[in-house]
């Protein structure tokens, strides 16, 4: 590696599309709204306002701001969050690129350059370090700062930040700091209802609505065993993976337990009380 000292210094940055940050979805994301989401959302992207969206796995946060970004006609910019996420990694880097030292923006930068709407999925996931970086974001300002090039960005007019997170998986180790949670607009989100989750099922896996139903109803029944253990529960997702694997000719009880009883619990005891449940339901 070349030293920056060793090496002139570039202080324009590469491409922004460089690095594939910027999403364009090629066609309409399907999406069926359970409530006022949508108008929610609309809103507070006409006043610029931060959005945090909160809900169980797999329920549809990040299908929802997918269609977002395609019914606002912006790019998309999606970062998953984990424990070892650092600010530099959100902000950018520099970077030795054939043999000068230049500023490779992150995907945040890149977003707020460009006007995209950055989407930062279960944000508690990150360092509180990296967390708090977001902050002059999130208010007012509409600044960020990158301390290693000296530089506080403005953010493009047509900017916009989501974050997501799990409230009923989180605990209390990562829970969202009061200071975070109140630059946002609150969007809670849940599993949608039964007509809706069927129309869902059908749309994305091709089965026949009987199917649909079944797997609906399963997942409502499934989704009462969190009283027994059970961390995450059958998620609208997992119900689409399964109608996936019956679509592609797999028997429904042996998709039911490749799908849904085997991602959701490694305990034989709460595996058995799903399969118990796919016999009560499927035929």
Not at 13 to 39: C, H, K, N, Q, T
Not at 193 to 204: F, H, L, T
Not at 266 to 280: G, N, S
């Amino acid at each position: 590696m070349v030293a920056m000292s060793d090496a002139h210094v570039v202080q324009q940055a590469m491409p922004l599309d460089s690095a594939g940050l910027l999403e364009w979805p090629s066609r309409e994301p399907f999406y069926l709204p359970i409530g006022r989401e949508v108008d929610l959302f609309e809103a507070a992207y006409r006043h610029r306002l931060p959005v945090l969206l909160k809900g169980p796995t797999g329920c549809g946060k990040t299908r929802f701001v997918r269609a977002m970004a395609w019914r606002l006609h912006r790019p998309l910019v999606t970062v998953a969050c984990h424990d070892d996420l650092s600010a530099n990694d959100l902000t950018g880097r520099f970077l030795v690129h054939g043999g000068e030292t230049v500023w490779q923006d992150g995907p945040l930068t890149a977003a707020v350059r460009a006007g995209a709407i950055c989407y930062l999925d279960e944000v508690v996931e990150a360092r509180q370090d990296t967390v708090v970086a977001i902050h002059p974001l999130a208010d007012d300002r509409r600044l960020l700062p990158l301390d290693k090039r000296g530089e506080l960005l403005a953010a493009h007019p047509e900017f916009q930040l989501v974050v997501s997170y799990n409230p009923g998986y989180q605990n209390l180790m990562k829970e969202l700091k009061p200071s975070t949670r109140q630059r946002f607009v609150t969007i809670a989100f849940d599993f949608p209802p039964r007509d809706i989750e069927v129309a869902i099922i059908c749309q994305e896996t091709g089965v026949e609505r009987p199917v649909a139903v079944n797997l609906a109803k399963l997942a409502e029944r499934v989704r009462r065993l969190r009283d027994r253990g059970l961390v995450e529960v059958a998620s609208t997702r997992l119900l689409v993976h399964a109608g996936c694997l019956i679509a592609a000719g797999v028997e429904p009880r042996d998709a039911c337990e490749a799908a849904i009883a085997g991602p959701l619990s490694d305990d034989p005891e709460l595996q058995a009380a799903i399969m118990d449940l796919v016999a009560m339901t499927l035929p």
